[in-house]
């Protein structure tokens, strides 16, 4: 038993919005990506799948995509990501598939690890940070310090010392600036002791550098979108 993760499946089987024209990893990438997952992927394992999932913009849009992913191998734990504009209510969203599972305030435990996380947000440092963002910035720190002590409060992670397991943090956009600096995120997840943080969000060689990757204070960041993967699920346990 494994757990994977892989960001960014922008699917799009209802919504006109095709992948190809982009190039690159995109060209036929649903098929690339089905292909790859069945040769990686068993019943028992988990793959998280950190935001921008389907390009629907409508729920009922949305079904065809989300069936799609539910007849693949694994469990799936779902975070929101900005593109996720189908998503509404997480108790309507959890109670579609046996297999799959819509996380929002709370954690999902999979392997011995706690997976919590948020869809975050641009940080305070970014050029383009507006008062607008910085109040969706602190509602994604409120949201992924719930996920977190939910799980903290079961025993996972560094506040409990580490008595039930580890914990995965999950988030859409990447947890820091393109300088890489500390941000809230940061901060939160070196509070409750993540070991492994993954996100999606950025595409094209000249923005994969911009995301922070590697180990940083004992936390190893990874970054999972669907082209800087090569449509190839990443086993990150």
Not at 83 to 109: C, G, R
Not at 187 to 214: P, S, T, W
Not at 215 to 237: F, W
């Amino acid at each position: 038993m494994a757990i994977f993760a892989i960001a960014d499946l922008h699917l799009s089987f209802e919504a006109e919005k095709p992948m190809d024209i982009y190039g690159g990893q995109w060209i036929n990438h649903t098929e690339r990506v089905s292909e790859n997952w069945k040769a990686l992927i068993k019943p028992e394992d988990t793959v998280i799948i950190p935001g921008d999932t389907s390009w629907a913009l409508r729920f009922e849009e949305a079904m065809t995509d989300l069936r799609w992913i539910s007849e693949l191998p694994g469990r799936k734990v779902f975070i929101k990501g900005n593109h996720d504009l189908w998503w509404n209510s997480v108790s309507k969203l959890n109670a579609l598939f046996d297999n799959m599972f819509f996380l929002q305030n709370t954690y999902y435990e999979a392997e011995g690890y706690a997976i919590c996380g948020s869809r975050g947000w641009i940080s305070p440092e970014d050029d383009e940070f507006t008062a607008h963002d910085e109040k969706i910035y602190k509602r994604e720190l409120g949201r992924l310090r719930m996920s977190l002590e939910a799980a903290a409060k079961a025993g996972y992670g560094k506040k409990n010392n580490g008595s039930k397991g580890k914990i995965i943090g999950v988030l859409h956009f990447p947890p820091a600036n393109d300088k890489k600096r500390r941000s809230g995120f940061t901060e939160i997840f070196e509070e409750y002791g993540a070991e492994k943080v993954v996100y999606g969000h950025l595409h094209g060689k000249d923005a994969y550098g911009n995301g922070l990757r590697g180990i940083k204070n004992h936390i190893e960041y990874i970054l999972t979108s669907t082209d800087y993967l090569k449509c190839k699920p990443y086993k990150i346990v």
